[in-house]
């Protein structure tokens, strides 16, 4: 993913009004991230428990999405996978995460969901850069680049679902 600033950003959402893209918070480490191994810029909002962001780059120019989850704590012997990279945590170390549907769907309070890393950090998970707890990586057959073009093509099914 290329670097983005905060004007990007802002005007990137496509399922919030512009006034709430105006509001949320941005990563306060925005200029240090690893925008090489990213295949999305995700992070959550310390201000407001349960709320997350992601921007991304598609056919050419960036969307970002709100999503919301539960804050719901689930013991630590529970384990769930990521639906983007595929990767297993204990707790509540996957979440539930939905996105208001874009236009008309959107305002009417139709939603979609997706079980997606909770530090949304899947991007460093699938490239080594971010070791998750023991056993959180299967061994895999595919190479690293097809793993990121699968994590990609996760995320893309996800986002035309948004549009539907």
């Given at each position: 993913m290329?670097?983005?600033?905060?004007?990007?950003?802002?005007?990137?959402f496509v399922n919030c009004s512009k006034g709430e893209a105006r509001r949320l918070p941005l990563p306060r480490d925005l200029e240090e991230q690893p925008?090489?191994?990213?295949?999305?810029?995700?992070?959550?909002d310390l201000?407001?428990?349960?709320?997350?962001?992601?921007?991304?780059?598609?056919?050419?120019?960036?969307i970002g999405v709100t999503l919301r989850f539960p804050s719901q704590q689930r013991g630590f012997l529970h384990r769930s996978m990521c639906s983007l990279?595929?990767?297993?945590?204990?707790?509540?170390?996957?979440?539930?995460?939905t996105a208001r549907k874009t236009g008309a769907a959107g305002r009417e309070g139709n939603s979609?969901?997706?079980?997606?890393?909770t530090d949304l950090a899947c991007s460093l998970y699938v490239r080594g850069r971010k070791i998750a707890a023991p056993g959180a990586r299967f061994k895999e057959s595919l190479t690293v680049a097809e793993q990121v073009e699968r994590t990609r093509s996760n995320l893309d099914a996800?986002?035309?679902?948004?549009?539907d």
């Open positions: 290329k670097a983005v600033n905060e004007q990007d950003i802002r005007t990137s925008w090489d191994d990213l295949d999305f810029l995700g992070w959550r201000s407001a428990p349960g709320r997350s962001y992601i921007v991304t780059e598609r056919d050419g120019e960036l990279c595929l990767t297993t945590h204990p707790g509540n170390g996957v979440s539930l995460m979609v969901g997706l079980y997606i890393c996800f986002l035309d679902k948004l549009f």
